[in-house]
C-alpha cells in the first residue's frame, strides 16, 4: 500500500512533522501484526480446549487488548452475566471470560454473515459459558432488558485505525460513513442502557479515532441516560482522551500499543432504596 493514506491519515489527526514521522514509523514496522496469544483455560490441570480442535491460543491485536482494560480494572470478578452486543468474530468475549470465569456470556451478532465465524472461535477457544445470538438492537434489548452485570459495545464504526493495518479502508474519513457509523452506535449504547442492571457496566470501545464517534458518543449517552456515569480507570490515566471532560481512553499507534482505539467504561447508578 502506498504511503499516502498514512499522511491523510497525520492531517486528519492534525499531527505534528515529528508525530506524523513517528505515525509512519509505526506503519513500516508492522506494528498491527503485533498480537497477544490467548492460552486457553486450564481446569483442574487439563485444558479446556480438545488437542484436535487445532490452533488453542487465540490471536488478539494489541488495540483489542487495550480497549477491554478498562473492565479488567473497573469491574467485579464476581458478575453473574455479560452481554457482547457485536460480538463477532469473539476477541473480546474470549478475553473477558478468563477473567469473568463464572459469568454467562450472551454473544450477539446481528450480521447474519458472522455468527458462523463467532460460533467457531468460541468453540475452539472455549472455556467461558457462551450462547450465541442473532438478534438486532432493539430486539435484543426488549428480551435481555436488566439482565446483564456487564454490556460489551464494541459497535460498527467508519475503521480508520485499519490504515495502520495496511488495509485500504475506503470512505472512512467520510462525514456520510461517520455519521452513518454514529447512529448506530448510539442504537448500540441505547440497547446496552436497557440491558444493564443497576450497578452494572457499559464497555464501549471502537477501532477508530473520529471524535464523533468517540467522545462525542460517550456525551450523548450521558445526557441521554441521567443514570449513566462515566467511570474513571486510574490504571489508563496516561491515555485520559483530552477531547471530553469524561473518563475516556484513545489509544496512538506511536504509544505502543498497536494501531490505535477507543475505549470508556459507564455505570448504571445504583437505585436507590
Known amino acids: ?37 490467548i492460552d486457553p483455560p486450564v481446569l483442574n490441570g487439563q485444558s479446556q480446549v480438545e488437542p484436535s480442535d487445532g490452533n488453542q491460543k487465540y490471536g488478539l491485536d494489541l488495540s483489542s487488548v487495550f480497549e477491554v482494560l ?3 480494572y473497573g469491574v467485579p470478578n464476581n458478575i453473574q452475566s455479560v452481554i457482547d452486543l457485536c460480538s463477532a468474530p469473539g476477541g473480546k468475549s474470549i478475553l473477558l471470560s478468563r477473567k469473568f470465569e463464572s459469568a454467562k456470556f450472551f454473544c450477539n451478532e446481528y450480521a447474519r454473515a458472522r455468527v458462523a465465524r463467532l460460533r467457531h472461535n468460541l468453540a475452539v477457544h472455549h472455556g467461558g459459558n457462551f450462547e450465541v445470538t442473532h438478534l438486532d438492537m432493539r430486539t435484543l434489548a426488549s428480551r435481555y432488558s436488566d439482565s446483564a452485570d456487564l454490556v460489551v459495545v464494541d459497535p460498527p464504526c467508519s475503521g480508520q485505525t485499519l490504515v495502520m493495518k495496511g488495509k485500504e479502508s475506503k470512505g472512512c474519513f467520510s462525514k456520510y460513513n461517520i455519521d452513518r457509523s454514529v447512529k448506530i452506535q448510539r442504537l448500540c449504547v441505547s440497547s446496552a442502557a436497557e440491558c444493564v442492571v443497576s450497578g452494572g457496566f457499559i ?26 456515569e462515566s467511570v474513571e480507570v486510574v490504571q489508563l490515566g496516561d491515555f485520559q482522551s ?13 504509544q505502543g500499543w498497536g494501531v490505535g482505539g477507543f475505549t470508556a467504561l459507564l455505570r448504571r447508578k445504583p437505585r436507590r432504596a
Open 203 to 228: 464497555l464501549y470501545s471502537t477501532c477508530t479515532f473520529s471524535v464523533e464517534e468517540n467522545e462525542k458518543v460517550i456525551e450523548w449517552a450521558l445526557k441521554k441516560f441521567p443514570d449513566l
Open 1 to 37: 500500500m502506498s504511503r499516502e493514506p498514512i499522511a491523510r491519515l497525520a492531517t486528519k489527526l492534525k499531527l505534528d512533522e515529528a508525530e506524523s514521522s513517528k505515525l509512519q514509523e509505526c506503519f513500516d514496522s508492522a506494528i498491527y501484526a503485533h498480537k497477544v496469544l
Open 242 to 254: 483530552s477531547l471530553t471532560a469524561a473518563f475516556a481512553y484513545r489509544l496512538y499507534p506511536w
Open 70 to 72: 478498562p473492565a479488567y
